[in-house]
């Protein structure tokens, strides 16, 4: 439910938070994140919300507060809904969705999940993404990983794949694995490339293919479930992609929020698809939403706090491949 919508008082932010060395997909290298914290006050209670903007796409954090301040000089009163029929999905939405979220659940004194209606949380096991690179760096990067995680996420690229994912299960022959092909794969043959990953005990694929591209699976018999993460943005996406997945990654920055990214995963789990909760390189703060939702997922992938060179005072807690409320 959401509150009546009433005038707030609304301002946003752009930080820059440094990676712990770089993260790599095959779209290239990161050494710092950029993103958007909202805050939102009704004079008595404050809510606060953050989301990384999503570069490919064109967003920056600068172009994300822009998008904030404009809304709130349009709207002065807005509820949840309003930015559904009003804002465009990303993550300008999505920091100011999960700051009313915030908001409301401090007027109501309730915590997120009961606020919300999801599951009671519980810790969660999430992935511990190996980034791209080569396979000798693969298998040592998921030798140290394997210590403390027990479900790694493989970066791919559409070449020297196979090489990659058997030296990660060299190096952590114990680990649950999942690869990122992050729409690399458009040229291979797709069905011959989950059959070899199958051998490694890959359990899950995401995106294949380029978004937009997804009939190149059409037909297709994989012997590993098939996740969309670019490919599925709102709600709206789920029956176009139902026929050619298995699975669909659900990430808040994507969705614009929690409030639209719960209806994806009601219509996912509506046309029989598997739910996988992940996240952009982020702090704490954008990882707390998330996590309440993915008490509802077969996969969690919400390490992005991990992959940072810091992370916020009031921070989630990672322990033995766990992720967790903080005390």
């Given at each position: 439910?959401?509150?009546?919508?009433?005038?707030?008082?609304?301002?946003?932010?752009?930080?820059?938070?440094?990676?712990?060395?770089?993260?790599?997909?095959?779209?290239?290298?990161?050494?710092?994140?950029?993103?958007?914290?909202?805050?939102?006050?009704?004079?008595?209670?404050?809510?606060?919300?953050?989301?990384?903007?999503?570069?490919?796409?064109?967003?920056?954090?600068?172009?994300?507060?822009?998008?904030?301040?404009?809304?709130?000089?349009?709207?002065?009163?807005?509820?949840?809904?309003?930015?559904?029929?009003?804002?465009?999905?990303?993550?300008?939405?999505?920091?100011?969705?999960?700051?009313?979220?915030?908001?409301?659940?401090?007027?109501?004194?309730?915590?997120?999940?009961?606020?919300?209606?999801?599951?009671?949380?519980?810790?969660?096991?999430?992935?511990?993404?190996?980034?791209?690179?080569?396979?000798?760096?693969?298998?040592?990067?998921?030798?140290?990983?394997?210590?403390?995680?027990?479900?790694?996420?493989?970066?791919?690229?559409g070449s020297?794949?196979?090489?990659?994912?058997?030296?990660?299960?060299?190096?952590?022959?114990?680990?649950?694995?999942?690869?990122?092909?992050?729409?690399?794969?458009?040229?291979?043959?797709?069905?011959?490339?989950?059959?070899?990953?199958?051998?490694?005990?890959?359990?899950?694929?995401?995106?294949?293919?380029?978004?937009?591209?997804?009939?190149?699976?059409?037909?297709?018999?994989?012997?590993?479930?098939?996740?969309?993460?670019?490919?599925?943005?709102?709600?709206?996406?789920?029956?176009?992609?139902?026929?050619?997945?298995?699975?669909?990654?659900?990430?808040?920055?994507?969705?614009?929020?929690?409030?639209?990214?719960?209806?994806?995963?009601?219509?996912?789990?509506?046309?029989?698809?598997?739910l996988m909760?992940?996240?952009?390189?982020?702090t704490s703060?954008?990882?707390?939403?998330?996590?309440?939702?993915?008490?509802?997922?077969?996969?969690?992938?919400?390490?992005?706090?991990?992959?940072?060179?810091?992370?916020?005072?009031?921070?989630?807690?990672?322990?033995?491949?766990?992720?967790?409320?903080?005390?």
């Amino acid at each position: 439910m959401t509150s009546p919508a009433a005038s707030l008082s609304v301002s946003a932010s752009a930080e820059r938070w440094p990676v712990n060395g770089s993260f790599v997909i095959s779209r290239g290298a990161k050494t710092h994140v950029d993103v958007v914290v909202c805050s939102v006050s009704d004079g008595t209670n404050q809510g606060v919300g953050e989301a990384t903007p999503i570069y490919y796409e064109g967003e920056t954090a600068e172009n994300c507060v822009a998008a904030i301040e404009s809304f709130a000089a349009a709207h002065p009163r807005f509820d949840r809904l309003a930015l559904l029929d009003h804002m465009p999905r990303g993550a300008a939405r999505n920091a100011l969705d999960c700051a009313l979220w915030d908001l409301e659940c401090r007027q109501h004194d309730q915590p997120l999940w009961r606020h919300a209606f999801l599951p009671e949380p519980k810790p969660l096991t999430t992935a511990f993404t190996i980034s791209l690179g080569d396979p000798a760096q693969m298998e040592a990067d998921a030798r140290a990983a394997a210590a403390t995680h027990s479900l790694l996420k493989l970066k791919l690229s559409g070449s020297d794949d196979h090489a990659r994912v058997a030296a990660v299960h060299r190096g952590a022959p114990e680990a649950r694995l999942i690869v990122d092909a992050n729409e690399s794969w458009n040229d291979l043959d797709i069905g011959a490339e989950a059959a070899a990953l199958a051998q490694w005990g890959v359990e899950l694929i995401e995106q294949p293919v380029s978004a937009g591209r997804d009939d190149l699976l059409a037909g297709l018999r994989s012997p590993i479930p098939l996740c969309a993460d670019e490919s599925c943005h709102t709600s709206s996406d789920i029956p176009a992609l139902a026929p050619y997945y298995q699975a669909v990654n659900i990430k808040l920055d994507k969705a614009g929020g929690l409030t639209e990214a719960i209806r994806i995963a009601d219509a996912a789990e509506q046309a029989g698809l598997k739910l996988m909760v992940g996240c952009m390189l982020s702090t704490s703060l954008a990882i707390r939403p998330a996590f309440a939702l993915a008490q509802r997922a077969d996969w969690v992938d919400l390490d992005g706090p991990l992959l940072l060179a810091q992370d916020r005072a009031d921070a989630m807690h990672f322990a033995g491949g766990e992720v967790m409320l903080g005390s």
